[in-house]
């Protein structure tokens, strides 16, 4: 009798789970600075942003139709996003099943922390996202929601009687500056800082980079929300 036995994908092993969420977690990474760049750009005022905004939708023109560029962005960001969430999904489930048992009185440790910050953020995170998206990208539930017209799509958007969107956008950034440091933290270590101050430096930079970025994001609406933009 011939007894075969199946051999799992390298993809679908830890390490290759792994690499998944590293890849996908460096592309997404990217995105979100070249984003914020972009962003950082209304306080060049109304024509400059829109000027930018119209670039972006006729990157590989004539090749591309209008916005054709823009459209193969979110598909690949719509797939890295999924990669990284079946690929956390997966490991979550695997280390939870590697531990059936739950002891009555265990200490709390900075990985549970880690990780009850990681899932409820990335559920704010993904709501959040499909909110922008119908919001800024479709203009489906923004005020003026005029593609040709971006600038004052955002001061509508972050306008003071709307100040609830700004609080939705403000917690979903602090939710991805959570997610972004315990990330940025875990690639440093498997990267070799696994001595303690190695881990004191990775503390170090995942905390200023997390920060940074939120920065960077959380000023756009704050300056229309106090009309410094207009």
């Known amino acids: ?46 024509v400059s942003f829109n000027h930018y905004a119209e670039w972006l939708r006729e990157i590989g023109a004539p090749l591309l139709p209008s916005a054709g560029f823009l459209w193969l962005q ?28 739950r002891y009555a009185h265990r200490k709390k440790v900075q990985g549970s922390y880690a990780a009850r910050t990681m899932r409820w953020g990335g559920v704010i995170i993904l709501l959040f996202v499909i909110y922008h998206i119908l919001d800024l990208t479709t203009g489906t539930l923004n005020p003026v929601g005029d593609p040709a017209r971006p600038y004052a799509n955002v001061v509508a958007d972050f306008a003071p009687g709307r100040w609830y969107v700004t609080l939705f ?18 690639a440093l270590r498997s990267l070799g800082q696994q001595t303690p101050r190695g881990e004191q430096r990775a503390r170090a930079v995942a905390l200023v980079f997390a920060v940074a ?15 410094l933009v207009s």
């Open 1 to 46: 009798m011939v007894v075969t036995t199946r051999t799992r994908s390298p993809i679908r092993s830890n390490v290759g789970l792994k690499a998944v969420m590293a890849v996908t977690g460096i592309l997404l990474v990217l995105f979100l600075i070249a984003h914020m760049l972009g962003n950082l750009k209304i306080f060049t005022g109304a």
């Open 74 to 101: 979110r598909v690949g960001l719509l797939v890295a996003v999924l990669l990284h969430i079946w690929a956390a999904t997966v490991l979550a489930l695997r280390a939870r099943a590697a531990r059936p048992v």
């Open 169 to 186: 956008y403000t917690l979903a950034i602090v939710a991805l500056g959570f997610h972004l440091r315990h990330g940025v933290f875990s």
């Open 213 to 227: 970025l939120c920065v960077g994001y959380l000023v756009v609406p704050f300056a229309v929300l106090t009309r």
